[in-house]
């Protein structure tokens, strides 16, 4: 269920915050509550993942013995040839 918040802020916050959840195409209230839910969830690791990041997990299906560190030497290693 949704609650009305009311808050104070600089009137240049307000601006530049309107303008970059335009870019986003996402409303302030959004951006708001995102933020402060990644700031009070409790850590699931020693590591915070983020709200995007939480987002974009299983987007892509990898063998369960796909080592990351090689693979991503091998990228390195063809990108820089």
Same mark, same amino acid.
């Given at each position: 269920? @949704?609650a ?5 802020? +600089?009137q /240049?916050? =307000?601006? #530049? ?7 986003q #195409?996402? /409303? =302030? !209230? ?6 402060? *839910? !990644?700031? $009070?969830? +409790? #850590? +699931? !690791?020693?590591?915070?993942? $983020?709200p995007?990041?939480r !987002?974009?997990s ?6 369960? @013995?796909?080592?990351? &560190? &090689?693979?991503? $030497?091998e990228? *390195? $290693?063809? #990108?820089?040839?």
């Amino acid at each position: 269920m @949704d609650a009305k918040l009311t808050l104070k802020l +600089e009137q /240049s916050v =307000i601006e #530049k915050a309107k303008i970059y959840a335009k870019d986003q #195409k996402t /409303s =302030i !209230s959004r951006l708001i509550e995102n933020y402060l *839910l !990644s700031i $009070t969830n +409790e #850590k +699931e !690791s020693n590591d915070a993942i $983020t709200p995007l990041v939480r !987002s974009l997990s299983g987007i892509i299906d990898l063998p369960k @013995d796909f080592d990351h &560190k &090689k693979g991503y $030497t091998e990228f *390195l $290693t063809n #990108k820089y040839k």
